[in-house]
């Protein structure tokens, strides 16, 4: 390693401990925490985005996930002490909430129900929950759900969640996957949430999105506009032939809630906090 890769290097383990431990110390479970504003990536003052109730089991750690009276999810959060070896790791941002770009995709997928029937659906970079691929699994009819994360700490955490949910004979593969590396089989519907800031790793998720997605699939893909992050994903996407549509106003539920925190939350920064939806698809 030369020496100025070793100082980014260096730089980034310093960064990526800065942003953990402001999220660990302050506390890990749904409250805001105290990032700097100026963090594109780490400032997390609007946590919930209020459309899926979250509310403590008797177990330690453990949450239930409601969408209305009809839809709820066992969740178990790692509430874990992260050894510096963790954090100097692989990416552990997975492992520090449910953001609010995974709690709008169940949100949507959950309003969309009739999508699912029959299709492969593949989550990508789903964090300790995969919560919306968790949700189709559960509460649609889709032929296969394949949850999936590049931290393995994650991916055994969502192991526990499909576990303790009832998911009868649904067909539901929990593995690490992390972008770039060869995917076997061909999927429908491809998810990811909050996934598209991370600089060095961008190609390789659009590389492998394109490589699991179907001829005829579909991408449905949250995240913050988060400054340029979006648009270079875009850019990376087209690049490699994706056709695209973004759309700000998806949902009136999700649009309400953006304007009531726009009115009434001063912290409330849309450019951050406001998951835009992306449909990417390989032909028209
Ligand atoms: C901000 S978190 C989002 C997690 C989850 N989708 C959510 O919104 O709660 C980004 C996720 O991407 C995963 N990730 C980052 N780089 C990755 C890579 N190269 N391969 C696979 N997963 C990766 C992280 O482990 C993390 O779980």
């Known amino acids: ?17 800065g ?48 969408a209305g009276d009809k839809f709820s999810m066992k969740i178990h959060h790692l509430n874990q002490v992260l050894t510096p070896e963790d954090l100097m790791g692989f990416n552990n941002t997975g492992n520090v909430c449910v953001w609010p770009s995974e709690e709008v995709l169940a949100y949507y997928a959950l309003n969309h129900r009739e999508e699912f029937f029959g299709k492969s659906v593949l989550e990508l970079g789903g964090g300790m929950s995969c919560l919306a691929g968790l949700y189709i699994a ?8 394949h949850l999936t994360d590049g931290n393995e700490n ?14 009868g004979d649904k067909k539901v593969e929990c593995s690490v996957l992390k972008w770039g590396e060869d995917v076997q089989d061909k999927y429908d ?17 659009v590389h492998t999105i394109w490589q ?55 912290y409330y920064n849309m450019d951050i906090h406001y998951p835009v939806f992306i449909i990417l698809t390989k032909s028209v």
Not at 1 to 17: K, L
Not at 154 to 167: I, P, T
Not at 235 to 257: L, P
């Open 189 to 205: 519907i491809i998810l990811a949430a909050d996934c598209l800031f991370f600089d060095s790793t961008r190609r390789a998720l």
């Open 138 to 145: 559960k509460y649609m009819e889709a032929a296969r759900v």
């Open 212 to 266: 699991a997605m179907k001829g005829n699939g579909v991408g449905w893909i949250t995240a913050p506009r988060r400054g340029s992050t979006l648009d270079n994903f875009l850019e990376e996407a087209q690049n490699m032939g994706f056709k695209y549509r973004v759309s700000d106003s998806y949902n009136q539920d999700i649009w309400d809630r953006h304007l009531s925190l726009k009115r009434d939350c001063p």
């Open 1 to 17: 390693m030369g020496i100025e890769s070793h100082r980014h290097h260096n730089e980034t383990a310093r960064r990526r401990w």
């Open 19 to 66: 942003l953990l431990a402001r999220a660990l110390t302050s506390n890990n479970r749904q409250t805001e925490n105290t990032n700097q504003p100026q963090d594109l990536i780490s400032v997390r003052r609007i946590s919930n985005f209020g459309l899926i109730k979250i509310s403590p089991l008797i177990d330690v750690d453990w949450f239930v996930y409601s």
């Open 154 to 167: 994650s991916v055994n955490n969502v192991v526990q969640n499909v576990k303790a949910n009832d998911l």
